[in-house]
């Protein structure tokens, strides 16, 4: 057998066939492959591909939602909202050319008075993070720039200006230091449960009661779907969402005491901070710091040497809030805490007679009397009454030599040396010093000495490593003022509705039970009257012609070259208080001089006394 030599066909070998077969095989589950994936897309998924296509020509326009009301416990508004025009870019519809870009930023910039630099790093950075919404450039331009950037719209293209609704303070630098700022949500935010809803460019609030009640100020924004042309240019509403408003808060401050507080702390021209409180329920009626500060300049954002100006310790730090957060020695008012911790422990009781001779030596040091006075041979309530130091000293000097910490427990319970729990951020700790706090400095050489009996008998008259703040000292008297229940102190009252309806009562954390005897209230209460109203107290001449008696302490806190700082906690009226104030001033002076006249003042606005009654003559600083 032969081929015939014109017969050119390829011999099909059995390996060639299996080789084509494979190679067949192989096109075949890929057309399968390419076949089934054009009708997952085409016909699976086509109603969804298409709903994003028409996505891709509607934007969704943020309406934002105003925030919720803040008022006083009588309705007074203290925060309100104000509407303000703010101008934004749309990224998408500026010039791709550089260049071009760069020339609309520059006209901007002249135009808004911003660096076109940080204009265009601002564009960048929010158009990363959120493609296709507007980047505000500015916020709250006057009218005259409006109309300017509407007249040359060809020269801003993609330039557009929306209404905003901003934070108005009414009252302005009143209660500045409990309302707190807005700022726009940050990433670490949006992780967190409670600003669930709310997306990046959303305004929170980031301290004050504007944090602490966000979930409750902060309304629901709302939407316009807004169909737009390839170029991005709106072409007409699709469907609007109406935004929610953020609900009423109502707050258990008074205007009126708060005004009054503020004024009478500014009348001194130094920095202090006051508190006042209901000392049978924690309702804070007035908490407020002096410098303050006018809070609707946060409210369009600052410049960042505004905001270090308001931080600045020489400009006396406006932004601190030296009633919750300050850190003082509280002179003789912890005499409170000494008498409380030595009759509960049995060093004392009210009958007990200590001899005040002017001072007394403690291992080489001598400590004295205010004024080098004696004072003679006292009781507690006596001791009180003049503000015996060298009392306090030997009370100071027995809790020591017992051991057990007596005083610094007992301050602990009365609620110093840890946070009140009250509903205002960034209140602060305080420190009440222990022979362990100090021994460990020591150790570490962080402090020159040791533990010594002379830090309790300083303790005791509230002088030395002491810290503590007028919110702190508060909370200790009006534990005692209401016979034993320590309160958390709490702003916020209840929820509201835009018409005043009640949504939701807001309930103060627990309050403990101190046994605190009967006898141990009535002597340190007669003691403090003494103190305001009979002859040789420390503050009866201050009160002298006030219409109600009230029983209230004066101290003097040294702080080396800072000057004497002046404190004042009394309560009111004295057979039942309904409220006790605790007034600091720094570089005050005595008590009498500075804070106890102060203390007069809130406590003539909460109970509504006026004229020459309620301002009386002593210590008064010049109108």
């Known amino acids: 057998m032969y081929l015939p030599t014109g017969d050119r066909r390829m011999v099909v070998t059995p390996q060639l066939a299996l080789r084509v077969a494979i190679l067949g095989g192989i096109a075949l589950v890929l057309f399968a492959v390419i076949f089934f994936r054009l009708w997952y897309l085409q016909v699976l998924s086509g109603d969804k591909y298409l709903a994003e296509a028409n996505d891709n020509r509607v934007r969704e326009v943020k309406v934002e939602a105003p925030r919720g009301r803040i008022v006083d416990r009588n309705g007074t508004v203290l925060v309100d909202n104000r509407l303000a025009l703010v101008v934004q870019v749309q990224p998408e519809q500026l010039p791709e050319d550089p260049v071009r870009r760069a020339r609309v930023t520059r006209r901007l910039g002249r135009v808004l ?58 009252h302005e630098a009143v209660g500045a230091h409990l309302f707190g700022q807005l700022g726009e949500v940050t990433e670490d935010q949006l992780d967190r449960p409670r600003y669930s809803g709310v997306a990046l460019g959303d305004r929170v609030g980031q301290s004050g009661i504007e944090l602490q009640y966000d979930r409750y100020l902060r309304g629901r924004n709302g939407a316009s779907r807004i169909q737009v042309d390839a170029r991005g240019l709106p072409k007409g509403e699709l469907s609007v969402r109406d935004p929610r408003p953020g609900k009423r808060l109502r ?9 009054a507080g503020q004024a009478a702390l500014a009348r001194y021209g130094k920095p202090g901070g006051f508190v006042a409180m209901d000392p049978r329920s924690g309702e804070v009626i007035g908490l407020g710091s002096n410098p303050s500060y006018d809070p609707n300049v946060f409210a369009k954002g600052i410049s960042s040497a505004v905001y270090q100006r308001l931080q600045d310790p020489d400009n006396g730090a406006p932004l601190a809030n030296r009633a919750t957060q300050g850190l003082y020695p509280t002179g003789s008012t912890y005499k409170l805490i000494t008498a409380v911790a030595g009759l509960e422990s049995g060093l004392i009781s009210p009958a007990t007679v200590l001899f005040d001779g002017g001072s007394l030596t403690v291992g080489g040091v001598t400590f004295r009397n205010a004024g080098n006075v004696s004072h003679g041979a006292v009781a507690l309530p006596r001791a009180l009454q003049v503000s015996s130091d060298v009392y306090f000293y030997r009370v100071g000097l027995m809790a020591d030599q017992k051991g057990g910490e007596v005083i610094q427990k007992w301050a602990g319970r009365l609620g110093l040396g840890h946070t009140t729990g009250i509903d205002l951020p960034g209140e602060g700790a305080g420190l009440v010093p222990t022979p362990e706090w100090r021994n460990r400095l020591f150790r570490r050489n962080l402090t020159e000495r040791p533990w010594s009996s002379g830090d309790n008998v300083n303790l005791a008259v509230g002088q030395g490593d002491l810290q503590a703040n007028p919110l702190q000292m508060a909370v200790a008297y009006s534990a005692v003022a209401n016979g034993g229940r320590v309160v958390t102190p709490h702003i916020g009252l209840r929820v509201e509705d835009n018409e ?19 006898s141990t209230r009535n002597s340190i209460m007669q003691g403090l009257r003494a103190a305001a109203n009979e002859s040789g107290g420390t503050s009866t001449p201050v009160f002298e012609g006030f219409p109600i008696t009230v029983a209230g302490k004066t101290g003097t806190a040294e702080r080396g070259a800072q000057g004497d700082q002046s404190w004042y906690v009394v309560a009111a009226p004295y057979d039942d208080p309904r409220i006790v104030v605790a007034v600091t001033i720094e570089r005050g002076g005595f008590g009498a001089e500075a804070a106890a006249p102060a203390a007069r003042r809130i406590l003539a606005a909460h109970f509504g006394i006026k004229g020459k009654k309620a301002i009386g003559t002593a210590g008064e600083a010049p109108d």
């Open 500 to 518: 005043g309806r009640i949504l939701q009562q807001i309930e103060p954390g627990a309050r403990r039970r101190l046994d605190l005897s009967a």
């Open 113 to 170: 008075n911003r660096n076109p630099r940080a204009l265009r790093r601002k564009i960048r950075r929010e158009a990363r993070q959120l493609p296709f919404s507007p980047v505000t450039l500015k916020t709250d331009v006057s009218l005259t720039t409006v109309l300017y950037l509407q007249e040359n719209q060809s020269r801003f293209p993609g330039v557009e200006v929306e209404r905003v609704f901003l934070r108005k303070y009414p």
């Open 251 to 259: 707050l258990s401050i008074d205007f009126g005491v708060q005004k």
